[in-house]
Structures are given as structure tokens and as C-alpha cells.
């Protein structure tokens, strides 16, 4: 039988900086460093036999909100945060280590998981990601839990293999849309609207999510999905309030705040010019067809 293995975490914590510079360090942990807000430099001292030979300088890695680092073991690196502007980070280290419970193995798990099993194939100093908020949620629900079980437990290690699931799968989305950028940032967008229709966001707020400007977004979008991100963001809204009032029970009056429309008038109006009826109708239609089908 293979060997089982099993995450082991050496630090988590989370921690605001403030015009700091941090000395080089290293330790034999994988490190994630998640910018939750703010920004700060990231310098590297990566062994390569060209760099080693004249010295080079470090590689520095500028990391900005809803961005996070993963640096290997024992690779040299600080922190340095410029200026009045302080930054908040979620750090996570960890390693493996052998493991007497006969739990599924994780290097077993990850095999069966395309995008994991690609990014372990390929070794690398460091990476940095780009995150729609799915990477910190876990991170987040993983740092609770070890601080509840005390660094061990079932739970625990269903996180960090979730954790370890969407990074890979992040990073191998980004690799396979690294020949067209604006591809990538127009699918962000849309995950960031699929994710947030029941609030009241506008461009700005979603072309903040992908860190770029919103005028930028609207052409991109408009290119790539011959419409607008505030069209597409309308017509999902619409969608939902047609399930909402064909299979639910929500009153109407509430409908608008499901879907993160403020006035209720203004979702009349909407809907209207979506369906071609009003939400009262819709509804009404939808219950007489339900009754004439069980009737039949």
C-alpha cells in the first residue's frame, strides 16, 4: 500500500502591515501570502545557475488586493510594504507529512483531478494568481478550522484538499487563457456577476474585481459578448426573477430584493420589457398552466 500522507500546518495567521521591510527568510513550508487589501512588493531570491553565477538582482512580484502568492519551500523571500498605506494579509504554511489514518490518500485525490495533478507536475519557485474571491473563501473556512481543532481533523483536511483543488484550477484557467487576456478578465467578470446579481453593483464594482478600468471592461465585454456588462447583468437578473416567480412561493413585492434590484418599480418595468408581461401575470400564468397540466 502507498504511503498516506496528510497536510500539517506550521502558521496561519493573519497580520496588517504598515511601511515595513521584511529580512530575507526561508523555512522548509510552501507559503501562501493572500492580499486581502492593499498592496505591497514581494522579492525573491531565485536560485537559477545563470543568476547564481553573476548575481543578479532578486525577482520582485508586485501583489495587489484579491491576489495571492504561493512560494515553494526554502526559497529565499521578504515582504516590503512602502508608505503610509498599510496592507492586510492571510498567510498560510504547510507541509506534508506521514499519516497512520487510512484516509483516502491526498496525492491519491489529487491525481484524479486534471488541473492538480498538472500544476504538481510542474515544480516552480513561486506563483501568483488572481483571485474571484473562491480561493479566499476557502482559505478563510481553513484557518477557522484549524484554529477550532487545534491544526488537526477530518475537516481540515477536506479544506486544504478543496483549497488545493481551486488554486490548480485557477492557475490552469490562467495558463490556458494566457494568449488572450481580455478572454480571461471577461470571464471574471462574469463569475464576479453570477456571484453578486443580488446587489447592487455596477460596472465599476465589477471591473474593480478583475483590477482593471471600467471603461476598458465595457469594450472588452461588449466584444467578446456583444452586449454590455450591465445588458448581461440585467438580463441574469431577469432570469432568476422568472425562476423565482414560477417556482417559488417569494412574494412578488420581494422579488426585486432577491435580485438586487432597489426599486420595486424599476423591476416592473424590467421584467416587462424582458417577458412581455408583468410579474403578476407571469406568475398568474404560470399556476393556470400547472393547474390545466394536473388536471389533463
Known sequence: MAEQYRPEFYAYYYKQWQDYSMAYHQHPSTEIMYMISGHCLIELQIEQDAQASNGSAPVQVQLKKGQFIMIDANVPHR??????????????????????????????MASEEEALAELLSQPQHYFVLSDPEEVYYVLKSLVLELDQQHRTGTMADLLFIQLLVRIARLWQDTQIHSTSQTE????RSIQYIHQN???????????????????YLHRI?????????????????????????????????????????????????LFKKH????????????????????EE
Not at 93 to 100: L, M, N, T, V
Not at 184 to 187: A, D, I, L, M, R
Not at 249 to 256: C, G, K, T, V
Not at 287 to 293: E, F, G, S
Open 221 to 269: 465585454f461588449k466584444k467578446h459578448m456583444n452586449t454590455t456588462p450591465t445588458d448581461y447583468l440585467t438580463r441574469l437578473r431577469m432570469e432568476k426573477a422568472v425562476m423565482l416567480l414560477g417556482q417559488t412561493d417569494i412574494p412578488i413585492q420581494e422579488i426585486a430584493d432577491y435580485i438586487g434590484v432597489s426599486s420595486r418599480q424599476y423591476f416592473h418595468l
Open 79 to 108: 515582504l516590503i510594504v512602502e508608505g503610509s498605506s498599510p496592507c492586510r494579509m492571510l498567510n498560510v504554511e504547510f507541509g506534508f507529512a506521514p499519516s497512520s489514518l487510512q484516509l483516502p490518500s491526498l496525492f491519491q
Open 275 to 294: 417577458t412581455g408581461q408583468t410579474p403578476a401575470e407571469y406568475r398568474g400564468n404560470v399556476v393556470r398552466y400547472d393547474r390545466q397540466y394536473v
Open 184 to 187: 480571461w478578465y471577461v470571464k
Open 197 to 215: 446579481y443580488d446587489r447592487p453593483i455596477r460596472v465599476e464594482h465589477i471591473a474593480s474585481a478583475v483590477n482593471v478600468h471600467p471603461g
